[in-house]
C-alpha cells in the first residue's frame, strides 16, 4: 500500500466514526425508539415513542400511541403505514393527538414526527 492509499482509507475511517456518532444520536433514547415531544398546548407538553421497527417496517394497520402522562391526562395519536413509510423515507410527518376529555380543558397537540 503507497502512501496516496493510507491517506485516503485513514481519512474514509476519521469521516466514518463522527457519522455514525451523529446517525445513533438523532432522538433514540435507547436504540430501539425516537421520542417526540408535541406542542406545547395549555401550558404542557407530552412524549410519544416510536419504535424503530415500526418506521424500517410500517405495519399494514399502522401504529396508534398514548402519550405520556401529564397534566392528570394521556393522548393518542395514530399514524398509518403510509406516516411511517414517509418517516423512514426522511420526511417529517405531523398529526393531532386525540382530545383530552378534562372538563373544561378539552385540548390537542400537535407532534412532528421524522427520523
Known sequence: MNRREVIFRVGGILLAIPASHFLTACGSDSGNSLTFTTSNDLNHTHTVSLQQSDISAPPAAGVTKTTSFDDSHTHTV?????????????????KTTSEDETPNFVHTHTVSFHK
Request: overall charge negative; aromatic content about 0%; glycine content about 6%.
Open 78 to 94: 395514530s399514524l398509518t403505514e403510509a406516516d411511517l413509510a414517509s418517516i423512514n423515507a426522511g420526511n417529517t410527518v405531523t
